[in-house]
């Protein structure tokens, strides 16, 4: 049985079998976004019916808290995952800015539903509505749907966390590249 192919398929590469038993081996990058792909603490924008389904995720028949995002913050200062559920106006796309801003670094954004994507099916051509998310802050994942289903905001928040088990935090630099 060879012990490298086995590491290579595996999405966690920390932990390795040996002849004596098991050791850990990890990187630090590995270590930290395991940690932080598992402790997500979001805030939620819900402003129409998505908000109801993301009320729905978190109940008991879905419950994120199984995800590492146990309680909903109220507070920015104490969240770094913002969920986006509904339409944008022009009116309060200041104040997601600055919802966004007051987040502590690394921070990440979820789009639920067509409203936050895209403006919306029935807002689309308004003069009030802002034409997605990302035309205000940027966004890490879309959940489409209109409503989406709670296991669509659970796929979401599943590609959210492989995207931050991917993110470098370390980069190495290269010897003799210096600026001067």
Request: glycine share 8%; proline share 6%.
């Amino acid at each position: 049985m060879n012990k490298k192919k086995d590491i290579e398929k595996n999405d966690y590469p920390i932990i390795a079998e040996y002849e004596n038993g098991s050791i850990i081996l990890a990187n630090l990058d590995a270590l930290i976004n395991w940690g932080r792909s598992n402790s997500l603490w979001p805030l939620t924008f819900g402003t129409r019916c998505c908000a109801i389904e993301f009320m729905a995720f978190g109940a008991s028949r879905h419950d994120f808290a199984r995800f590492g995002a146990e309680v909903a913050r109220g507070t920015p200062r104490q969240a770094d995952l913002l969920y986006i559920t509904g339409t944008i106006n022009y009116k309060m796309a200041p104040v997601l800015k600055r919802l966004y801003d007051q987040m502590a670094d690394p921070k990440y954004v979820i789009a639920v539903g067509g409203c936050a994507i895209s403006g919306g099916p029935f807002f689309y051509n308004s003069y009030a509505v802002v034409k997605g998310a990302d035309h205000v802050i940027p966004v890490d994942v879309y959940v489409p749907g209109c409503p989406p289903r709670p296991e669509a905001i659970i796929y979401g928040l599943l590609q959210l966390q492989k995207k931050i088990k991917r993110q470098k935090n370390f980069l190495k630099k290269k010897v003799g590249s210096e600026q001067k």
